[in-house]
């Protein structure tokens, strides 16, 4: 089993920056890909970052240029530096792993951060 706890969340003015954490623990192999994702109340929950063991990214178009999304493999954590946030960056992040097990691809969840965007 894969343990995700993440942190960092909060209430910021629009322009601003938030840093959040996500903590992997447990039983975590090597090759695997870790993801931030938000979501809005009545909506779904849509991919904001990937980053694979390897280092490669991806990005949602909404967030080019203002998130990176990072990991410490010695650490078992991911990273999602937030800038210049508005308010439709305003929803619950999730953090995700995905990693091979039983013949497929298996995803773990936290259970979300809240970050709040407004003056």
């Known amino acids: 089993q894969v343990q995700l706890v993440e942190s960092g969340g909060g209430l910021v003015e629009p322009g601003g920056s938030l840093r959040l954490s996500c903590a992997a623990s447990?039983?975590?192999?090597?090759?695997?890909?870790m993801a931030w994702y938000r979501q809005t109340p009545g909506k779904q929950r849509d991919l904001v970052a990937t980053i694979t063991d390897s280092g490669w990214t991806n990005y949602a178009d909404s967030v080019k240029g203002r998130f990176t999304i990072s990991r410490d493999n010695a650490k078992n954590t991911v990273y999602l530096q937030m800038n210049n946030l508005k308010p439709e960056d305003t929803a619950v992040y999730y953090c995700?792993?995905?990693?091979?097990?039983?013949?497929?691809?298996?995803?773990?969840w936290g259970k979300g951060t809240l970050v709040t965007v407004s003056s």
């Open positions: 447990g039983s975590i192999f090597s090759i695997n890909s």
């Open positions: 995700n792993l995905k990693q091979p097990q039983y013949g497929s691809w298996v995803d773990y």
